[in-house]
């Protein structure tokens, strides 16, 4: 398959090491994909699903003690233990291969050695990198050829060239006890061993796309970040492209993929979704930052994802997917899931292949009553969405406007606004936070800071990840991309939502790009530029304008709590804090005083 030197070399170290009966190099053609289908489903390792309702679907169940990340075992190992950071899980390098290679000593004995040659990102494109991971789970081969572009292909590109990211991952026992996720960023190496969990194990996602492609961004001038990108269409058919961020539970994906009110549709308003989670970005010839979405696929969260909260995911579902960890209707062999709709299925098995029964759902024990697991997923393939952009698998990337960070703040931040330069964009992005909810574990209402989402995800030291924002701004200079931050979840003093969020949040989308192209107005607040209300489209939209005033209110008290709690946030980055902001939060405090 390959005459590249250092990719032999390491794949016999890696055989002698686990001691497989076979070898298969995945060449990503359908005809051996195929037969790995059928082999996973004649060992039971998948079912195959109705054809007919959802052709080439099929069901993964993972043991019920492997069905999340994990981020306890997660470390990231770098020869200098500060390198990785006060946010990071660390091991000395020395220590962690010794003991990763003797829990994965021999493990591959019986099972077939499967290498997987795959690019992130179009193959050939000058955004993209490539990885090879070997693993003994067909799950995963099947999994990386969806989120991934594999075969024959990508290793012609590499050649004989050293560039490529190391990932070995072994199911061991799925013992919880030995279970680890670590990263070598210094080596361009990923392992994971005692899961077969679609997150700790397919080493195209996080691991390598985030955590790894984060401290090559760092070491070689470009950025890997945790955002959605999608192109917004106006009726010129114009399309301009905006990079989002945000933390878990504020609509990031319903985001990616979304669909303008009806009033909008009707003028000729569009959205292209490129991305759902990650995106790459590099300065292209012109001095502009481009992105491209590096994974070929979908790893989403299936419950609650329905036609209303997001019709385009739903529809990516509908063929060639693999589903893990739902519920199995058996009077029609098909899917289910909880907020898919208000029919559970009276015959049905749950997550685990229990018979289920839907009456005894208790939502305070999810996990245990549930017919779909609560971190149930899907794995769908990218075209499949009706939505995906021409600009999606053609490598050159797109050129972004804004880039937006957002968060689940019932009080604090307003609807949307502009930060005032790029530095400024870099501190509200650094004291990014959202507020728990009920559905989380832990209290209700308790900030949580989560730097640009990257916090279990950034490969080094945050402090450094921030330096390296800082630096790219500078090469960037007045070609940078605008900053914004974004809040759907303002609340009245009942605890209600004052914006109705999902399509509708294509008008605040309109403003950020209006902003961009010097069309729109703006106020200028302590924290930075904030619309006039009346450049907010409000038409066809039950909201009246005093209402709409009210979520774009800055409120002198609660950001002078916000400012002290930033204060106490940057304390963990110690003198690795880039000096710029501290000198942001010193203005924003100046700014506060001013009101």
């Not at 091991?91 to 010794?98: A, G, Q």
């Not at 919880?176 to 990263?183: G, L, T, V, W």
């Not at 070689?220 to 058919?237: F, R, S, T, V, Y």
């Not at 994974?295 to 419950?303: I, K, L, M, R």
Request: net charge negative.
């Amino acid at each position: 398959m390959t005459e590249n030197k250092t990719v032999i070399k390491w794949l016999d170290e890696m055989k002698a090491l686990l001691n497989p009966d076979k070898v298969m190099w995945i060449d990503g053609s359908e005809s051996q994909l195929d037969e790995l289908r059928k082999e996973a489903v004649a060992t039971g390792e998948m079912l195959k699903l109705n054809e007919e309702k959802l052709p080439g679907c099929y069901l993964h169940r993972t043991k019920p003690n492997d069905v999340a990340r994990v981020e306890d075992r997660t470390f990231i190992c770098t020869s200098d233990k500060d390198n990785a950071g006060p946010t990071n899980n660390w091991c000395d390098p020395k220590e962690m291969y010794e003991k990763l290679y003797n829990i994965a000593r021999g493990s591959y004995k019986g099972r077939t050695m499967y290498i997987i040659p795959y690019s992130m990102g179009p193959v050939g494109s000058p955004l993209a990198k490539i990885g090879i991971e070997i693993t003994d789970s067909i799950y995963v081969v099947l999994n990386m050829s969806i989120m991934t572009r594999v075969g024959n292909e990508v290793l012609k590109v590499l050649g004989d060239s050293n560039d490529w990211v190391r990932g070995l991952h072994a199911k061991c026992d799925v013992d919880p006890e030995n279970r680890y996720i670590c990263h070598f960023p210094e080596d361009n190496t990923i392992i994971s061993v005692n899961s077969a969990y679609g997150g700790n194990v397919l080493l195209g996602k996080k691991c390598f796309a985030l955590r790894i492609a984060s401290y090559q961004g760092w070491k070689e001038g470009w950025m890997a970040e945790h955002m959605l990108i999608l192109g917004l269409q106006n009726p010129k058919g114009e399309i301009k492209y905006v990079a989002a961020a945000f933390p878990s539970a504020c609509g990031k994906t319903n985001l990616a993929m979304l669909i303008p009110p009806e009033y909008l549709h009707k003028k000729g308003y569009k959205v292209w979704t490129v991305g759902d989670d990650i995106a790459w970005m590099k300065i292209g010839p012109d001095g502009r930052l481009y992105a491209i979405n590096p994974e070929n696929g979908f790893f989403g969260v299936a419950p609650g994802t329905n036609a209303h909260s997001n019709f385009n995911a739903l529809e990516s579902t509908k063929k060639n997917t693999i589903f893990t960890n739902v519920c199995l209707n058996l009077d029609d062999n098909t899917v289910w899931w909880e907020g898919l709709d208000n029919n559970p299925p009276k015959n049905a098995l749950n997550w685990k292949g229990e018979p289920w029964d839907y009456t005894k759902y208790d939502k305070a024990n999810k996990v245990a009553t549930s017919g779909a697991h609560p971190n149930s997923r899907f794995t769908a393939p990218a075209k499949n969405c009706p939505c995906i952009s021409d600009e999606f698998d053609k490598g050159q990337g797109v050129p972004i406007s804004a880039i937006i960070f957002g968060g689940r703040r019932a009080k604090c931040t307003p609807l949307v606004y502009q930060s005032k330069d790029w530095v400024n964009g870099v501190f509200v992005g650094s004291a990014m936070a959202s507020e728990t909810t009920a559905a989380a574990a832990g209290a209700v209402g308790v900030v949580r800071r989560d730097p640009m989402a990257m916090l279990p995800f950034c490969g080094y030291h945050m402090g450094d990840y921030f330096a390296h924002w800082l630096e790219m701004g500078e090469k960037l200079g007045d070609k940078a991309p605008k900053i914004f931050n974004v809040n759907w979840f303002r609340t009245d003093d009942d605890g209600n939502f004052l914006w109705p969020g999902y399509g509708d949040n294509a008008r605040v989308l309109n403003w950020i790009v209006d902003r961009c192209e010097g069309k729109a107005d703006a106020v200028e607040t302590a924290i930075g530029y904030v619309p006039k209300p009346e450049d907010i489209d409000l038409t066809d939209l039950d909201m009246d304008i005093d209402t709409l005033k009210s979520i774009l209110e800055v409120d002198k008290d609660v950001w002078t709590k916000e400012a002290a709690e930033i204060e106490e946030h940057y304390k963990k980055f110690g003198d690795r804090l880039p000096k710029e902001l501290k000198e942001q939060l010193e203005n924003l405090k100046s700014n506060l005083n001013k009101m």
